[in-house]
């Protein structure tokens, strides 16, 4: 697109509403190696994207969004050196659509394994968790779906850790925003040993347990819950004593044993019979 910026304009609206409602349009782009360098162009030829009209990167990001839809691209597309990097400049520093469309984006590049592992590398996962804090309600919601993709792959799960995503999630969760989304993001990370620490300092699991009894929990939310808790508490023993006043003031964990999901009872037991063990040592010891 070296073209005059009014003209580069007028055709960055032009592919952006072409790839938005011409589906076969999308496949022309995976035709050659050159095309998706030659549409970023005015974005990779400044050293920063406050330079670039916000009009002309978002319609860019955007058309980037709606190319990465079609299958057969998604390989290409990430591969492509310009674009992940292009993609988090946006999350950075773009208006809030467009780094709600830069998320939406690495969400759907992220569709194909090999590229979770290529943009968890790249460094993408810092400002998505940054746009999760602090972005709005759509762009929250794009970039934790984009973040709950890239730690299905196990490398991803502590570069998140470190990025400081239990923290902002546990935050979003207790604020109520995006909870089912956000417990099975959770559920995930708090395998990891540090997050199990930061989950026990922000004393997560007070808040797990009233999320179940909260009337309006899915079921899928209840054993997301009753997951975490399960694990914070065989890697953290100083866990059991808070888990066994709120079981004796709300009976919480035995209900779900009677109305959760067959993971969830599954979960639920074990913690109960870990608990009345624990009674029981102490009554005959």
């Given at each position: 697109m070296s073209l005059p910026l009014p003209h580069q304009k007028e055709a960055a609206k032009e592919l952006r509403v072409l790839t938005k409602k011409v589906p076969s349009f999308r496949t022309i782009f995976g035709e050659s190696h050159d095309f998706i360098p030659q549409l970023l162009g005015p974005l990779s030829k400044t050293e920063s994207l406050s330079e670039v009209p916000s009009d002309l990167q978002e319609d860019l990001i955007t058309t980037l969004l709606n190319l990465s839809i079609?299958?057969?691209?998604?390989?290409?597309?990430?591969?492509?050196?310009?674009?992940?990097p292009v993609l988090i400049d946006a999350l950075q520093s773009g208006t809030m659509e467009t780094r709600s469309n830069s998320a939406a984006a690495i969400f759907t590049l992220s569709a194909l394994d090999s590229n979770k592992l290529l943009i968890g590398k790249s460094g993408a996962l810092k400002p998505l968790i940054d746009l999760l804090d602090k972005g709005h309600q759509l762009?929250?919601?794009?970039?934790?779906?984009?973040?709950?993709?890239l730690c299905i792959a196990h490398e991803n799960k502590s570069r998140a850790v470190k990025a400081g995503a239990v923290k902002v999630i546990m935050k979003k969760i207790m604020d109520r925003t995006l909870v089912d989304e956000l417990l099975s993001t959770l559920a995930m990370l708090s395998c990891h040993q540090r997050?199990?620490?930061?989950?026990?300092?922000?004393?997560?699991?007070?808040?797990?347990?009233?999320?179940?009894?909260?009337?309006?929990?899915?079921?899928?939310?209840?054993?997301?819950?009753?997951?975490?808790?399960?694990?914070?508490?065989?890697?953290?023993?100083?866990?059991?004593?808070?888990?066994?006043?709120?079981?004796?003031?709300?009976?919480?964990?035995?209900?779900?044993?009677?109305?959760?999901?067959?993971?969830?009872?599954?979960?639920?037991?074990?913690?109960?019979?870990?608990?009345?063990?624990?009674?029981?040592?102490?009554?005959?010891a």
């Open positions: 079609h299958d057969n691209n998604k390989k290409l597309v990430a591969e492509t050196p310009i674009v992940i762009a929250m919601k794009d970039a934790a779906s984009a973040i709950f993709n997050a199990v620490e930061e989950l026990v300092q922000l004393k997560a699991i007070p808040c797990l347990l009233t999320i179940i009894r909260e009337s309006n929990t899915c079921a899928r939310s209840k054993e997301n819950c009753i997951a975490i808790t399960h694990n914070l508490c065989y890697n953290d023993r100083t866990t059991w004593k808070e888990l066994r006043e709120e079981e004796k003031a709300f009976g919480t964990i035995s209900q779900l044993t009677s109305n959760g999901t067959s993971r969830a009872k599954r979960k639920a037991n074990e913690l109960l019979e870990r608990l009345n063990k624990a009674v029981n040592y102490t009554h005959t």
